[in-house]
């Protein structure tokens, strides 16, 4: 168990290391200036030792000369001609650009010290240009988002320098220890500065997608307890009005009315109860708890059935073949009728209300049209949150809401919902 937990590890860790990333960040003014920097120094540098020493060989001083014997030596670059000055500066300039294309500036700096030290072989030349090869391959495996081609590219630049060691690769005295000291602390920071600041932004970036999560959340509950509420809140405020108008002419009619109130204020609890069920719910483990199903189409009969009883007539048409959909466009559609006839109750009293169902091969169509208000309608704002709300509810299923005022008079709200058929 041990041995395979072990593995996944190293599986999900080479995976990370291996896997391209996305575009590097834009290095910051800071940056930009200290790597400006970091090439002109390293360029003036190298090709000052350069033009000074081209005629000193790699290596340890050698020994006195010994009569009558001749020591072999390395061949003598004296004339550094307009290539080697170029090569010199090439391999500390493209430092400057080392945050922006750092797989570009290890190739640029590579290339560059291998063609100098063809022709010049200098140890105080060749530490600088070995200590450019070591930053820009840094570089390159910590800001390149080609992984795969950074780590290659670095594996074989190591093999050429391996290979050009005699020439590329200085002979480190005492006098240079502080020097590759100062390099490696100054790597070691900025290693450590880098990893904070993507710590940081990876930070950030949870944060946000938490917040934005929420946010999403929350719009989603309001929408789901407005369409709760708002509906059945509507409908009951309508029959206690006419429970109240009627209750002294007409007890029987006015308990008929409370009898609705009665239903309906269950209906909203029944909703609640699985709206704020499906808010508590617990991941930790099974839960007992009382949901009612969510509505569906199947219910609209007993949601006109509702306004009927309110004294708005109401029609129900089904076109088509009813069949089986996914629980959110069954929930949607659903949401549509019921926002549209909330809005008839409220705000178009005396209206008929016609509803037509429309089970199509590829789509299914809801459709709730009045005829308008035959008295005047109380003087209820709105503020158009429902139907916003409704958008962005089809939204998620690729469905489309149209609605407006009919050229005949009255109001229409349809929606069009696209479905996949087996």
């Known amino acids: ?68 014997f001749v020591p072999e030596t390395l061949p003598s670059t004296g004339n550094v001609g307009p290539l080697q000055v170029i090569l010199a500066m090439a391999s500390g300039l493209a430092l ?18 291998l063609l100098l030290h063809v022709g010049v072989r200098d140890t105080d030349s060749a530490l600088l240009t070995f200590a450019s090869c070591l930053i820009a391959a840094y570089s390159a495996a910590m800001y390149s988002p080609y992984r795969v081609a950074a780590i290659t590219s670095i594996v074989i630049g190591a093999g050429l320098i391996g290979v050009r060691h005699d020439a590329t690769v200085p002979q480190v005295t005492a006098g240079y220890v502080p020097f590759l000291i100062i390099i490696g602390i100054g790597l070691a920071a900025n290693t450590a500065h880098t990893w904070k600041q993507r710590l940081t932004s990876v930070q950030a ?107 708005v007539p109401v029609e129900l048409t089904v076109t088509g073949t009813p069949a089986p959909l996914p629980a959110g466009v069954d929930l949607a559609a659903y949401r549509v009728v019921q926002e549209a006839l909330t809005n008839t109750v409220k705000y178009a009293p005396g209206a008929h209300v016609q509803i037509n169902v429309d089970y199509g091969p590829e789509s299914l169509r809801v459709e709730v049209a009045d005829t308008g208000a035959t008295s005047v309608a109380p003087d209820v704002p709105g503020n158009g949150r429902g139907l916003i709300g409704l958008r962005e509810r089809l939204a998620l299923y690729g469905g489309t809401l149209q609605s407006g005022i009919r050229p005949t008079g009255g109001y229409r709200v349809s929606a069009t919902i696209p479905v996949a058929r087996p």
């Open 96 to 113: 400057a650009f080392r945050r922006r294309f750092p797989l570009a500036t290890f190739w640029v700096v590579l290339v560059a010290t």
């Open 205 to 311: 970036e949870q944060e946000a997608s938490t917040r934005q999560a929420v946010e999403h959340e929350r719009a989603r509950i309001a929408r789901e307890l407005h369409d709760v509420v708002t509906h059945n809140v509507a409908v009951m405020v309508v029959q206690a009005g006419a429970a109240r108008k009627v209750i002294d002419m007409s007890p029987d009619q006015a308990r008929k009315s409370l009898l609705a109130v009665e239903a309906g204020g269950r209906a909203a609890m029944a909703e609640l109860r699985h709206v704020m069920g499906l808010l508590t719910m617990s991941g930790d483990g099974p839960e007992p708890i009382d949901l009612v199903p969510q509505p569906s189409l199947d219910q609209l009969p007993e949601l006109a059935g509702r306004v009927r009883a309110t004294g």
């Open 1 to 68: 168990m041990k041995q395979t937990l072990l593995a996944e590890r190293w599986r999900a860790g080479k995976m990370t290391l291996l896997r391209a990333a996305g575009p590097p960040p834009r290095p910051s003014r800071a940056a930009q200036i200290a790597d400006a920097a970091l090439g002109i120094v390293m360029a003036a540098a190298t090709l000052n030792y350069t033009l000074k020493g081209g005629d000193a060989p790699i290596g340890p001083k050698p020994l006195p000369p010994i009569p009558g």
